[in-house]
């Protein structure tokens, strides 16, 4: 008896570990987008392919494996179900004095996008993404 709830544990373990490493090693698009009247900004990682978008231009950039990485261990550090749960410590965006923006991060198997936030002023959790984001296409 005790051996067969010892394998239980053990099997349960391994299970909730696999998912945790799972949820960023499938990750197929992060874009990160600032929308209000008047302007938008749209980052875009599809592959190892960054697309900047505003009203006016479209550009894209290459970044290399260590980039992609580097993004992809910061996101690992999220809890991708929670983030549409996640506060914005500022609210300028309800006067139109900062853009409506959201982060959504794409796997094969679903998609996440955190709540709103100003687009100068995210969530501290999402902050070191988004800032990572923008350094790719500066």
Do not use: W
Not at 33 to 57: C, F, P, Q, V
Not at 99 to 124: G, V
């Amino acid at each position: 008896m005790k051996f067969l709830i010892s394998i239980i544990i053990l099997l349960s373990t391994v299970g909730c570990i696999s998912q945790k490493d799972n949820q960023t090693s499938i990750i197929s698009e992060v874009t990160f987008n600032a929308h209000t009247r008047g302007a938008m900004e749209n980052i875009s990682l599809i592959d190892n392919t960054i697309t900047y978008k505003d009203y006016n231009t479209t550009k894209t950039y290459s970044i290399t494996k260590d980039q992609k990485e580097q993004l992809f261990n910061l996101i690992k550090n999220l809890e991708l179900k929670s983030i549409s749960e996640l506060k914005a410590p500022s609210d300028k965006r309800a006067t139109d004095a900062a853009l409506h923006a959201s982060l959504q991060i794409k796997t094969t198997n679903e998609t996440y996008i955190s709540s709103d936030f100003d687009h100068d002023n995210p969530p501290n959790e999402l902050k070191p993404i988004i800032d990572l984001l923008r350094n790719f296409v500066k």
